[in-house]
């Protein structure tokens, strides 16, 4: 089924901003905003919450301490036991350096991986954006219209009263 | 909405808007290359074909092609692996440790510089790969299962962490550049107009749409990647230190190496991004964008690191005369005014005189008095590699196998090769991904940049001069 949405354009992110606020609190559900850099305080007014993946590098990271502790135990101190310049075969500080190096490795690359899962990133031909200049110098807001539900001279005059400085229509083909 | 204090200088002048970011940015990605890139690139083709050929000669005749004796069994390669490490550091800190402070100058000169990172841990990694001899068993020093051949790895051995550090460094480095190109790839892609554009940049932007809350993943990764980059950069020095550190050699053995180190890379490496960058700019029209300021920014971090680079210079001195070890000592003695006093000497005035000469504004804020600076401390910190490892090896305690170390025309092949690959990478990189990173710069566009106003912009020129024609005498 085909997906039809309203584009209002914006140039400026504070405008962006205080439309955000009065378009969401005038009732209109608000699909997506794409723009060409992060801008602060977005996520506040669109109601994101905070990303959980902190939490993914933790673990990530727990994993890679264990692992690598596992590991080198493992090896040195139960399955080829040997005396290394005189140091015990469990040596625990000298395991250090790469049981660092394994947790921030495991750490950072559970965390992007999950952050291209969660962010549906993949290497594709085919992009659907809605608006080629969010990716250069203009804020696109989308907003799902439902034929017969939306009224599209009142979504019209709502976009533009505040500040979007275009809108458009474009239909999605799924 | 951040507030910057309008003494500060803008960090984009020019009076730029969004568009022209991406435009300026864009321009060397999609036009024809000019004859300046083209030409860079054959000298540096020329280098790479050089490095082919050394490592030809080092392969099928073995390490004897090397000035290697029994004595120094660790000279250039070593050097120049250490360099190269060390040299890569100024783009993490830069894209890290910068983005923990808040340091906003990094926006645009982060993407170059991580780049630089990656090219010169690359290089880097051909040395010591290169010195096991049999290269093509590298993959040894991986923990493999007993049964395949050798034994467990040693997990003790400060060599062993070094192939752990820099092979997570580099994949943390790559990953984290990776993901700051994404969005600037799907510019790239947005504006394609050949098939085969639009295609590779389709692929390499991950169908990235600029979605907000894409926006604030990206912006946590960013903040996590770099709370992890930071203590990774700070151990990838401090193990290299190690592997000297851990030794018995007088000259080696001592616990200032570390925090040296580390100084030293941040040092070097910041060095390399200058020389980098204002050719860059400069090649590339991007003046606006890597300003005066931000060169006075890195000069800055030349003079703190160079002065305790110094600091620890004199201090190992001090040490071991203070440690009354009559061989560390002579180790040092020897360094300052045996056979090699010249590299010595070498490092001192490149790396301790030279820099503090950036105390003067003038001389901090000169492209030219920069870029001849930002050579001495490239080649000064080289010297100190050199001094640290061939002058405490040639000779240590028995005095019957001193010897002298000189390289052959295959040691300064593989090395002067490994600048050639280094700039072969750069310039491609140039040339195909966006230098500057044109989403952190649009972020702080609204903040920090010289407004244009009806007529009488402020200009290139008018900042060059001073704090007062700024953005506030502007508005």
Not at chain 2, 13 to 35: F, L, M, S, W
Not at chain 2, 162 to 181: E, P, Q, R
Not at chain 2, 442 to 461: C, D, F, N, R
Request: with cysteine; net charge neutral; aromatic share 14%.
């Amino acid at each position: 089924m085909n997906k039809k949405f309203v584009l209002g354009i914006y140039d400026d992110e504070d405008v962006l901003l205080t439309a955000i606020e009065n378009i969401r609190a005038a009732g209109t559900k608000i699909y997506d905003v794409f723009s060409p850099y992060p801008v602060h305080g977005i996520d506040d007014v669109l109601g994101i919450k905070r990303s959980r993946l902190p939490i993914v590098a933790f673990f990530g990271g727990l994993f890679g301490m264990s692992f690598a502790l596992w590991m080198q135990i493992w090896m040195l101190g139960f399955d080829w036991p040997m005396i290394i310049g005189g140091k015990p075969h469990i040596a625990i500080p000298s395991f250090i350096p790469v049981t660092f190096e394994l947790t921030v490795l495991c750490s950072a690359f559970s965390m992007v991986i999950t952050f291209f899962i969660v962010s549906r990133l993949k290497p594709s031909l085919k992009v659907n954006v809605f608006d080629k200049r969010s990716t250069d110098d203009k804020f696109v807001m989308a907003i799902e219209v439902k034929d017969g539900v939306t009224n599209m001279d009142a979504l019209n005059d709502l976009l533009r009263s505040n500040g979007a400085i275009e809108v458009n229509e474009k239909e999605v083909v799924k | 909405m951040q507030h910057v204090s309008p003494i500060r200088e803008p960090l984009v002048t020019g009076g730029k808007t969004y568009h022209d970011i991406t435009e300026d940015v864009c321009r060397q990605v999609e036009a024809k290359p000019n004859a300046r890139w083209a030409a860079a690139l054959a000298v540096a083709l020329v280098g790479l074909a050089i490095f082919i050929y050394s490592v030809y000669r080092t392969l099928w005749f073995g390490i004897g092609e090397w000035g290697l004796n029994k004595t120094v069994g660790w000279a250039w390669d070593i050097t120049n692996f250490v360099w190269w490490v060390g040299i890569g550091h100024a783009g993490t800190l830069i894209s890290a440790i910068l983005l923990l402070f808040r340091q906003k100058w990094r926006t645009s000169i982060n993407r170059a510089a991580e780049a630089m990172t990656i090219f010169a841990v690359i290089c880097a990694a051909m040395f010591p790969v290169l010195h096991m001899g049999r290269p093509w068993l590298a993959y040894w020093v991986l923990p493999l299962p007993n049964t395949f051949g050798s034994l467990w790895v040693n997990f003790n051995s400060p060599l062993l962490w070094d192939v752990f550090a820099i092979s997570t460094y580099f994949s943390v480095s790559l990953v984290f550049w990776y993901i700051g190109l994404v969005p600037d790839f799907a510019t790239i892609r947005d504006r394609a107009t050949g098939p085969i554009a639009r295609r590779a940049y389709a692929v390499l932007s991950m169908g990235w749409t600029g979605s907000a809350k894409a926006w604030s993943r990206y912006e946590t990764v960013s903040l996590i990647l770099a709370g992890l980059a930071t203590p990774l950069v700070l151990s990838v020095h401090t193990i290299v230190s190690m592997d000297f550190a851990t030794s018995v050699i007088p000259g080696w053995h001592t616990t200032i190496f570390p925090p040296y180190f580390v100084a030293g890379a941040i040092f070097s490496g910041f060095a390399m991004v200058l020389t980098l960058m204002i050719i860059t700019r400069k090649v590339f029209f991007l003046e606006n964008y890597i300003t005066l300021e931000h060169v006075e920014s890195m000069n800055k971090v030349i003079i703190l690191t160079g002065s305790i680079v110094g600091i620890a210079y004199t201090t190992e001195f001090f040490i071991a005369w203070y440690s009354g070890v009559e061989y560390e000592q002579y180790a040092f003695i020897n360094r300052a005014f045996g056979p090699y006093w010249w590299a010595y000497w070498s490092m001192m005035t490149c790396n301790v005189i030279t820099p503090q000469l950036f105390w003067i504004r003038k001389i901090r804020r000169s492209l030219t008095a920069t870029f001849i600076i930002s050579i001495f401390v490239n080649i000064g910190m080289w010297f100190e590699r050199f001094v640290i490892i061939v002058t405490s090896l040639h000779r240590d305690y028995l005095p019957s196998s001193w010897a002298m170390f000189s390289p052959t025309i295959i040691d300064i092949g593989v090395y002067v090769g490994t600048i050639g690959l280094f700039f072969t990478l750069f310039l491609l990189f140039c040339k195909f991904f966006p230098v500057i990173n044109m989403a952190e710069v649009k972020a702080i566009l609204k903040s920090s940049s010289e407004v244009k106003h009806h007529g009488h912009a402020a200009t290139m020129h008018a900042t060059e001069k001073g704090l007062n024609t700024n953005r506030h005498h502007n508005e």
